[in-house]
Nanobody, 113 residues
């Protein structure tokens, strides 16, 4: 499976961005797709997940601000990020949960104060 994340950029605090991820290759029906982020000097962290059955989870720091969703094609996942904060600055990656695919390049999100 190959992963291609896009949609990052530079935004002011309080702004919004929508990230997209395309999973290409052999994707089984039963899976959990996820977004992760990694801030400079920190470990990669799980941000949000969406299961094939539509169950969604978020880490506490993004609840109420981020929305994960799937596209009409089963191999596309989005992360809509509203009310962005400087502490959301990180490289964002998509993968499964657990992260069984090779990590793609990710997409950089930078939030200025």
């Amino acid at each position: 499976v190959q992963l291609q994340a896009s949609g990052g950029g530079l935004v002011q605090s309080g702004g919004s961005l929508t990230l997209s991820c395309v999973f290409s290759g052999n994707i089984f029906e039963v899976n959990i797709m996820a977004w992760y982020h990694q801030a400079p000097g920190k470990q990669r962290e799980l941000v949000a997940t969406i299961s094939s059955g539509g169950i969604i989870t978020y880490i506490d720091s993004v609840k109420g601000r981020f929305t994960i969703s799937k596209g009409d094609s089963k191999n596309t996942v989005f992360l809509k990020m509203d009310s962005l904060k400087p502490e959301d600055t990180a490289a964002y990656y998509c993968n499964f949960l657990p992260a069984k695919a090779s990590w793609g390049q990710g997409t950089q999100v930078t939030v200025s104060s």
